[in-house]
């Protein structure tokens, strides 16, 4: 007879799923935070300027730094996913804790709504370092990778 309210069930994500959702989930805190921060009074002034807030001017160099370091977190979702285990362990804990102290230094003196999404990213890479802090060991004799 079945049951009259089952549980939900499915399969475990493993470890390497669950980076790249942490990864995932933070880049889009990144972008809907600076999609938010448009209607910030004098923000669009700014732009219109050539400023990129707290970095100066928006030379190329400027622009090309602060997409190299964005494409970090974007990436870390594909190396998640594909880097063997070793490399994906510690490319996650430097990452993740790289952007984690970025946040933090960038916090202090934001308008509260880049406080929430800060916060919350800082939770997101925490995560990751966590997870991946813990990454599971095979044992001898198994399969792993």
């Known amino acids: 007879m079945p ?8 399969p475990p994500a493993d470890v390497r799923t ?8 933070t880049t889009l805190c990144y972008l809907y935070c ?6 910030a ?3 669009l002034q700014g732009m219109l300027q050539g400023r990129m807030g707290p970095l100066g001017a928006a030379t190329p160099g400027v622009l090309l730094g602060t997409s190299a370091l964005m494409a970090i977190p974007c990436g870390m979702v594909a190396l998640s996913l594909l880097a063997p285990p070793r490399l994906n362990r510690w490319a996650n804990v430097g990452a993740g804790a790289a952007f984690t102290v970025i ?5 202090p003196g934001q ?6 999404w800060a916060g919350l990213e ?9 997870l991946a802090l813990r990454w599971p060991r095979v044992s001898p004799g198994s399969s792993g990778g």
Do not use: C, E, H
């Open 111 to 116: 308008r509260a709504f880049y406080q929430f």
């Open 122 to 130: 800082m939770l997101l890479t925490l995560a990751v370092v966590v």
């Open 18 to 25: 669950k980076l790249a959702a942490l990864w995932t989930s």
């Open 41 to 43: 009074p004098g923000k």
């Open 34 to 39: 600076d999609y938010l921060a448009l209607y």
């Open 3 to 10: 049951q009259a309210n089952p549980g939900l069930a499915g």
């Open 103 to 107: 946040m933090a230094l960038i916090l």
